[in-house]
């Protein structure tokens, strides 16, 4: 079965660079684009940016354009999100998802969702 | 830049009744490219419909969608307990965007 595996939960402070992982399983790496979305504590959901393994093409939120990188390893199946410059703002939880079918732009398959809280 | 209101902000029901929640797109959205998630605390989203009406896998067939243009809705056709939570609409193509949601919670 399809799984996104996130890294765990990440404290930083204002101003530094965090990195979260999502390891993919039960499907072809190559075959599925990555999305990454976030959600602040009793917020709703914010689109970041996308990723397509296969290709290594990557698009942005221009919210974020500047700030946010996604690169991909296919020998281990996982795609990265690393967002810089953080602030008090970022703190939030992020997802990685999957599409629910090859060239859908609907997410049936998410990780489990990484904390990541900006604090000094 | 589109933007997607969703209303009520909150809607509160029983069980046994029947829910109706409304999703409007400031533009048009292309090829019906509009989804529907459930989400509950502490858990990640599940997709409920995509291409506004197609149920995805194993989701029942009392959450039902409809709509074109830029005004969607969701329609739980006879609530369960499990079925009170957030819900989100989402239009997808070149650049996904997410309505604020819709609580659900019982009266």
Not at chain 1, 45 to 60: D, R, S
Not at chain 2, 38 to 47: S, V
Request: net charge neutral; aromatic share 12%; with cysteine.
């Amino acid at each position: 079965q399809v799984q996104l595996v996130q890294s765990g939960a990440e404290v930083k402070e204002p101003g530094a660079s965090v990195k979260v992982s999502c390891t993919t399983s039960g499907y072809i790496f190559t075959t599925h684009d990555i999305n990454w979305v976030r959600q602040a504590t009793g917020q709703g959901l914010e689109w970041m940016g996308w990723m397509n393994p296969n290709t290594g093409k990557t698009g942005y939120a221009q919210k974020f354009q500047g700030r946010v990188t996604i690169t991909g390893n296919t020998s281990i199946s996982t795609v990265y999100m690393e967002l810089r410059s953080l602030r008090s703002e970022d703190t939030a939880v992020y997802y990685c998802a999957r599409p629910y079918f090859h060239g859908s732009g609907s997410y049936g398959f998410w990780g489990q969702g990484t904390l990541v809280t900006v604090s000094s | 830049e589109s933007v997607l209101t969703q209303s009520p902000g909150t809607l509160s029901l029983s069980p046994g009744e029947r829910a109706t929640l409304s999703c409007r797109a400031s533009q048009s959205v292309r090829s019906d490219f509009l989804a529907w998630y459930q989400q509950k605390p502490g858990q990640a989203p599940r997709l409920l419909l995509y291409h506004t009406s197609h149920r995805a896998t194993d989701i029942p067939d009392r959450f039902s969608g409809s709509g074109s243009g830029t005004d969607f809705t969701l329609t739980i056709s006879r609530l369960e307990p499990e079925d009170f939570a957030v819900y989100y609409c989402q239009q997808y193509g070149s650049s996904p965007l997410f309505g604020q949601g819709t609580r659900l919670e019982i009266k």
